[in-house]
């Protein structure tokens, strides 16, 4: 069974990091390009981050570029999303989506609030 499962959400006052993680299991990890997408209440699901599966290359949304990294280790089929002067507006659940040609996965979310 194919599984992608986030952790490190929390709560964070402003100007404060996260670090994001998502796991994946049952699949050949390396050959999945991710992404890390976010969802405000009343919003749209947003895209945030994505890094390609073969030569780990890495693109941003503008309202997180320079403040947010994301990376991955292929040995330990992990992605990550270094979260870093965060913002109220940062507010989400964040989500990390698995694409391989025309399959994908969606693992079940962790809640970032960002708040003073």
């Known amino acids: 069974q194919v599984q992608f499962v986030e952790s490190g959400g929390g709560l964070v006052q402003p100007g404060g990091s996260l670090r994001l993680s998502c796991v994946a299991s049952g699949t050949t990890f390396n050959s999945w390009t991710m992404n890390w997408y976010r969802q405000a209440p009343g919003k749209e699901r947003e895209l945030v981050a994505t890094?390609?599966?073969?030569?780990?290359?890495?693109n941003y949304a503008d309202s997180v570029k320079g403040r947010f990294t994301i990376s991955r280790d292929n040995a330990k089929n992990t992605v990550y999303l270094q979260m870093n002067s965060l913002k109220p507006e940062d507010t989400a659940v964040y989500y990390c989506?698995?694409?391989?040609?025309?399959?994908?996965?969606w693992g079940q979310g962790t809640q970032v609030t960002v708040s003073s």
């Open positions: 989506h698995a694409v391989r040609w025309s399959f994908y996965y």
């Open positions: 890094i390609t599966s073969a030569a780990g290359s890495a």
